[in-house]
């Protein structure tokens, strides 16, 4: 469906997308995961063709979209704060691509009709867009979007703006509705949380490059590099030289999954993994902080020596603030970083 | 872009240049000894040193009397607010030689004061500066006014939870958003002042003569056209300075201010202070404004023998004594036409030089709108004399032509269009142009569907700014409008010119006239203007 290669964009001496490959397979929901400013809106803008290529090609079903404008390249982009424009009412706004195909009036009122019914606002048509709520305003982005039946949709934050409780519902009807029409997307958004409930696969941008590219199950549970991993929330990395089923580190000797890679590398550990054990039998911390979480209880814990060590531990075998504990690590949540970078 | 820089080469730099190089090299040698010969004359010094004080004393007084009202209208919300907007409104679109006839009617020979008290102010120089803050206190209260409506008064209230007093805190949060807003305004003001023609022309007499006058006086009546190059340079230069400040004070009012939507900030009076305040601001309103305006249609029904409408009925005849070929009525059609043709001038170059500033950035774009504004403060007795001289041979001979009128007129509504224009322009957001295209829009046809829609309230009231302003333009009109079709302000000033009740009375009566059509014009665009299309008049 779509295929990127080596698209490269520059503002100024500045490679926003450095040499990006990226397939987008028919059907499949890929997601772009990464902080802002890692040039994940500039990969949306450049396949609509809203920004041009320093570098690279950009692909459409096997042909090259070089040269062609933004307006025959048949692929809907749905905008981060929606862009609904505001002197139409609803109606207007989601026939606006049926209207700019060609598409009679009557086709197009019952083409309306029934994607305001897909998204959840039936008979809406008539309001004002200025007297939407952000979580309507974004149902009728989403069904202006798809009107024209684009071949691949982009969404840029699409959940951006809306509370949390509002995200996560949203979220779970839109991966139901992609699945049910088929349709092929690509997202971009920062919220990890976000990503992982919406897509089949998840790409993890960094300074205009790719980090990794994976099922979300995959780059949860072994992320490729310190970047990715301290993207995901995770804090406990540190050099370690791993000979066997165990890691030399500054915590001592952390037992490692089977099959890890050997050598100077660096050592993830899930704050899950971090277990009490008998007094004098594992590595001495300090409980530096305790805050409750809910299901669990985070715990920053400070060893005798290197950096601080983050926790989680069940409600009621967590330690008290100012406790002293020895803990041991699980290898099943212990990860060896296979990339380079520190 | 290439159509408004064209039209301003061809028809205002051509025009001055021309008429600068005739008076500065009358037989093909620069003569720029004149420069040092003319502006040490005791009475070119005398013109001005008054130009000077009296701008800016008007722009002090303005201020003074419009700041107090540009409070009101923007914090206070009482019955008859948006009537009385507009009402304040109305002098800055009338014709100048208008407003000088209203004060003239009030305070001059034969007017209300005269009549009651015996006391005649016209001849001296408060009727002049009282008319400039009538013409211009619609400037401080919409470009002041404006700003202020939609700051949010939640900034100030965090400074007072943080242990401001009332006044302190309108004084560090407050004044400092506004300051560069009241520069602004006040630099327009000046510059409205210090270029005034029609005003000090009819309330100066003889004794006052500001540049502009003198400019005029030194063309027309004396043909000495080197002095009146010298002044023009003059005049251009100091122009040149203002706008310049003008557009930082401008640019530096764009930095990040926290808007809000006017309607939200606005509350009723409390307390005897605030409705003391509303109170003031109204009377002022009254006095200078409505009354001037109030006794000009006064005087047009005050016949020698009661009221009546003879002073009307005599508009449609040929005067006898040879003041015109014409009836008046034919003057009003004429008038009107002319308007209209200017504004469509002025439209169209305007709204392109608008969309080429919107597009691009950088020095030689904000040049070009800084040269956009000069003809407000440029001689437009020059721009008149100087059409007279470039355009009467080929390639160009407009001379015969009746477009020579509209096209002047056009000259002075162009700024207003692009003033109106741009910050519409401006606000719409590039990503609705992107939104419209991905959803397989052409850019034109993303324009027409996204930016049309948008600017066209916009675009109306820009056209009727085009139009009152082109109606009332006054200063090139009189040396370019042919004896045989005079606008109306040429006709109400020819007509002041002569003794005798009548022609005092058809002037009256003119000027009504021309003052119905302006106020309903501007009543109309008050009508249409919404939050979004708040530009700077």
């Known amino acids: 469906m779509l295929t990127l290669t080596g698209a490269t964009v ?213 992320p490729a590099s310190a970047f990715v991993a301290r993207f995901l929330g995770f804090d406990n990395i540190v050099p370690a030289t791993v000979t066997g089923a165990a890691a030399d580190t500054v915590w001592g000797k952390v037992p490692v999954p089977d099959g890890s890679p050997q050598g100077e590398r660096l050592l993830l550990i899930r704050p899950a993994g971090v277990r009490v054990t008998a007094a004098g039998e594992g590595l001495g911390c300090h409980v530096a902080a305790r805050t409750f979480r809910g299901g669990h209880v985070a715990v920053t814990l400070r060893p005798a020596e290197g950096p601080l060590l983050e926790a989680e531990f069940p409600l009621r075998d967590a330690p008290e603030a100012g406790a002293e504990v020895d803990v041991e690590f699980r290898a099943e949540d212990v990860v060896v970083l296979d990339g380079e970078d520190a | 872009m290439v159509l408004p820089v064209g039209f301003f080469a061809v028809f205002f730099a051509w025009p001055v240049v021309s008429i600068v190089e005739r008076g500065l090299r009358p037989d093909g040698r620069w003569e720029l000894g004149g420069f040092g010969e003319t502006l040490t004359r005791p009475e070119i010094l005398d013109v001005l040193w008054f130009t000077l004080w009296q701008a800016l004393a008007s722009t002090a007084l303005t201020l003074l009397v419009a700041l107090p009202g540009a409070y009101v209208f923007a914090r206070f919300d009482f019955p008859g607010k948006r009537v009385l907007r507009a009402v304040v ?136 056209l080197s002095t009146a190059a010298v002044l023009t340079m003059v005049q251009f230069v100091a122009v040149g300075v203002i706008l310049a400040v003008h557009a930082r004070t401008v640019r530096r009012r764009e930095t990040a201010l926290r808007l809000v939507a006017a309607e939200r900030t606005a509350r009723r009076p409390r307390g005897a202070g605030q409705w003391a305040l509303l109170g003031g601001v109204l009377l002022s309103v009254a006095l200078l404004i409505l009354a001037p305006l109030g006794v000009l249609v006064e005087r047009s029904f005050a016949t020698p023998d009661g009221y009546g409408l003879d002073y009307y009925r005599a508009l449609q005849e040929v005067g006898d004594n040879g003041t015109f070929l014409v009836p008046m009525t034919d003057t009003i059609v004429n008038s009107l036409e002319y308007a209209l043709a200017a504004t469509a001038v002025a439209v169209t170059v305007g709204g392109l030089a608008a969309a080429a500033l919107t597009r691009r950035a950088g020095r030689l774009v904000r040049g070009f709108d800084a040269l956009l504004m000069l003809p407000l403060g440029v001689s437009a007795v020059t721009v008149g004399f100087g059409f007279l001289i470039t355009l009467d041979e080929p390639p160009l001979d407009l001379r015969a032509s009746w477009i020579l009128v509209p096209l002047a007129q056009a000259l002075v509504g162009v700024p207003f269009v692009v003033r109106i224009m741009l910050p519409v322009l401006r606000a719409v957001d590039e990503r609705l142009r992107e939104a419209a295209a991905v959803l397989g829009a052409s850019p034109w046809r993303a324009w027409r569907e996204v930016d049309l829609p948008l600017v066209r309230r916009a675009l109306l009231v820009a056209a009727g700014f085009a139009f009152a302003v082109s109606l009332g333009e006054f200063g090139a009109t009189v040396f370019i409008a042919r004896p045989d079709n005079p606008t109306l302000p040429v006709a109400v000033a020819r007509l002041l010119g002569r003794p005798g009740e009548l022609n005092y009375g058809q002037a009256m009566a003119l000027s009504t006239i021309l003052m119905v059509v302006c106020a309903v014009s501007l009543l109309l665009l008050e009508r249409l203007r919404t939050d979004r299309t708040s530009g700077e008049f």
Not at chain 1, 35 to 42: H, I, M, N, V
Not at chain 1, 148 to 160: A, K, T
Not at chain 2, 140 to 162: K, S
Not at chain 2, 184 to 190: H, K, S, T
């Open chain 1, 10 to 222: 520059r503002f100024g001496a500045r490679a926003v997308l450095d040499a990006v490959d990226l397939e987008v397979a028919d059907h499949e929901i890929v997601c772009v995961l990464g902080p802002s400013g890692s040039g994940k809106s500039t990969l949306l803008r450049a396949v609509a063709g809203l920004q041009a290529l320093d570098g690279g090609r950009v692909l459409l079903d096997g042909a090259d979209q070089t040269g062609v404008p933004v307006h025959r390249r048949g692929v809907g982009l749905m905008f981060q704060d929606h862009q609904l424009f505001p002197q139409r009412d609803v109606a207007g706004n989601v026939a606006f691509g049926l209207r700019m195909h060609g598409v009679g009036t009557a086709e197009r009122g019952a083409r309306v009709e029934e994607l305001l019914d897909l998204v959840g606002l039936p008979g809406a048509g008539r309001r004002a867009v200025s007297s939407l709520s952000g979580g309507e305003q974004q149902r009728v982005a989403l069904a202006r979007a798809l009107a024209p039946r684009p071949r691949l949709l982009m969404l840029d934050e699409p959940l951006g703006q809306l509370d949390r409780g509002l995200r996560e519902r949203l979220v779970t009807e839109l991966r139901r509705l992609f699945r049910q029409l088929g349709t092929t997307v690509l997202a971009v958004t920062h919220d990890q949380g976000e990503a992982f409930a919406l897509a089949d696969r998840v790409v993890v941008m960094n300074d205009g490059r790719i980090a990794q590219s994976g099922t979300p199950l995959d780059v949860w549970r072994s």
């Open chain 2, 89 to 224: 409104t109305v002098p800055f679109v009338l014709p100048t030689v208008m407003v000088g006839t209203a004060f003239l009617a009030l305070v001059g020979r034969r007017g209300l004061l005269d009549a009651w008290w015996g006391v005649r102010l016209d001849t001296s120089v408060w009727a002049i500066l009282l008319a400039h803050v009538f013409f211009n206190y619609a400037v401080v209260v919409r470009t002041v006014g404006g700003l202020w409506a939609q700051l949010d008064p939640r900034q100030e209230e965090a400074a007072r939870v943080l242990g401001a007093s009332r006044f302190r805190a309108w004084r560090t949060v407050t004044l400092p958003a506004l300051a560069p807003s009241v520069a602004a305004a006040a630099l327009m003001v000046f510059l409205f002042t210090a270029s005034s023609f029609g005003i000090v022309q009819i309330l100066g007499g003889p004794a006052y003569s500001t540049l502009e006058t003198e400019i005029y006086r030194q063309t027309a009546d004396r043909l000495q």
